[in-house]
């Protein structure tokens, strides 16, 4: 017996009606005639509608011929329709997917302007991470992963997925183009590594990552274009003591090296008296920001000091803050003195 066929349909809707057919055997002619009945289209081969082929959709017969056509409107009409010869044998199954156009009904939350996807990578060793947050109203599956450098590598790129559905590695045939993505197992995001990328290099083209997200029978399309320079994003540097009035930082260990190549500039400010309680995410009028290339700085008591860096070179994201509290160690020990007479005297 021969095997059956399995095929995923993706067609393309706008909120009009939309009529695509299916055949069992063969492939689709258009220039094979056709009418109306019943309000779906029966098409004929030689003249025949060849009466010895069954469609069904779950358990419903729907008609009989070896052509089929979907009617698909705004996001309905998707679902798995399946061939049959007389014998209930299964010949072919097809699964019609809708993907609609309307910007306004996403699964994903964003927007056009904004963008639904937020790609970082937190050095330049070619590995960056996309996430995304679904609509409480849906929540899909990833279908298919696209991703390539530049637009030209984009049109001509062949993506395969291993066994388990999750690693998808992305080939064009210049040679120019050799990615593979991973999905996060909650589904919220990818991490993929540009096995071509060098960091020495300066990227002449921007990455193309685009997802296919399904929900039931809707599918939908999201992409998003970066140099891994615009999305870098340094790891917290560390803070430590020097001396009394002195701290210093280093650079975050996952940073590139040498720092001659790779230069960091840092952000530090002050934050001073009740507002210490808010962290450094908080933005005061009163408290200023400093920008500078050293990695020392002088600290005063019952001050924090927060440090975060950027990439000296790009306008890329900004680290998030390393929070350092400093207080004289002098004051401490006389408190410390106070409370043991106060004991000793009791």
Not at 43 to 67: L, T, Y
Request: aromatic residues 10%; positive net charge.
């Amino acid at each position: 017996m021969a095997a059956c066929t399995l095929v995923v349909v993706v067609v393309n809707v706008d909120g009009s009606l939309v009529q695509h057919p299916l055949t069992c055997l063969g492939s689709f002619n258009r220039e094979e005639e056709g009418w109306r009945r019943d309000n779906d289209w029966v098409w004929r081969r030689d003249g025949e509608e060849d009466e010895e082929i069954i469609w069904m959709m779950g358990e419903e017969e729907k008609k009989k011929g070896n052509s089929f056509l979907v009617n698909l409107e705004e996001r309905t009409g998707g679902g798995i329709f399946t061939c049959h010869s007389l014998d209930r044998t299964l010949l072919k199954k097809t699964t019609v997917l809708v993907k609609h156009l309307d910007e306004q009904k996403r699964i994903l939350e964003g927007s056009t302007r904004a963008g639904y996807m937020k790609c970082s990578t937190r050095n330049y060793q070619g590995e960056f991470h996309c996430s995304w947050k679904f609509t409480t109203e849906r929540v899909g599956t990833i279908m298919s992963v696209r991703v390539a450098r530049g637009l030209s590598d984009a049109e001509n790129i062949s993506c395969s997925v291993d066994v388990s559905g999750q690693q998808w590695t992305c080939s064009s045939s210049s040679g120019q183009s050799d990615i593979m993505c991973s999905v996060n197992s909650s589904g919220l995001g990818v991490s993929c590594v540009d096995r071509q990328y060098c960091p020495y290099a300066e990227e002449t083209d921007r990455i193309t990552l685009t997802i296919y997200m399904r929900t039931n029978y809707l599918l939908e399309e999201y992409s998003q274009r970066f140099y891994l320079s615009e999305i870098v994003k340094p790891d917290k540097v560390s803070i430590k003591k020097v001396n009394s009035s002195t701290i210093e930082w280093r650079y975050p260990v996952s940073w590139n090296s040498p720092i001659s190549y790779f230069p960091l500039s840092f952000q530090v400010k002050e934050i001073k008296g009740r507002e210490r309680k808010n962290g450094c995410t908080f933005d005061s009028p009163v408290t200023k920001v400093h920008t500078t290339k050293s990695s020392q700085w002088s600290v005063k008591a019952k001050v924090m000091v927060c440090v975060r860096a950027q990439d000296a070179l790009c306008d890329s994201p900004w680290s998030d803050w390393t929070e350092y509290r400093h207080n004289k160690v002098g004051n401490k020990r006389g408190r410390q003195e106070k409370k043991k007479k106060k004991f000793v005297s009791q």
